[in-house]
């Protein structure tokens, strides 16, 4: 599956959330695969940032943190964290049904909403169910 940094950024936080749910093992066990390559990809981006933030930032007199304060040089540090953040990466990884999670799992409206590319949602299987039929009847027909 293809995925940018900034979607996988935006996952971050609720993945921990779903790690830690009680899951049905298949469940679990492909979920922690996605996590550990996800994590993978942002401890390159993490790197790659702090690089930026080397390029662009200056210590600070009081200890010995780096921060990006100049004006010019903060534009210029969004602009590079920019092109870094909408960059494609896959991931080899299939969508989970949304049932394989079983139902003690809670989450928001909004951790659902960041989670979305990587569930089936049931209507989405009626959807594919439903195309499906159309394209063979469509095949029957030319016979």
Known sequence: MEFTIQEILGMRDILTKVVQAEVPIRTAFRINRFVKSVQMELETFEKTRMGLIQKYGEKEE??????????????????????????????????????????????????????????IFPDQVKKEKKAEEIEEKKEEIKK
Do not use: C, H, M, W
Not at 68 to 86: L, M, R, S, Y
Not at 96 to 112: P, Q, T, Y
């Open 62 to 119: 009081n200890n010995q943190q780096i921060s990006v304060k100049d004006p010019q040089k903060q534009k210029e540090f969004q602009t590079e964290i920019q092109k870094v953040i909408v960059e494609i990466i896959n991931i080899d990884f299939n969508p989970i049904r949304f049932e394989e999670f079983g139902n003690d799992i809670k989450i928001s409206a909004a951790e659902l909403f960041a989670l979305e590319k990587i569930i």
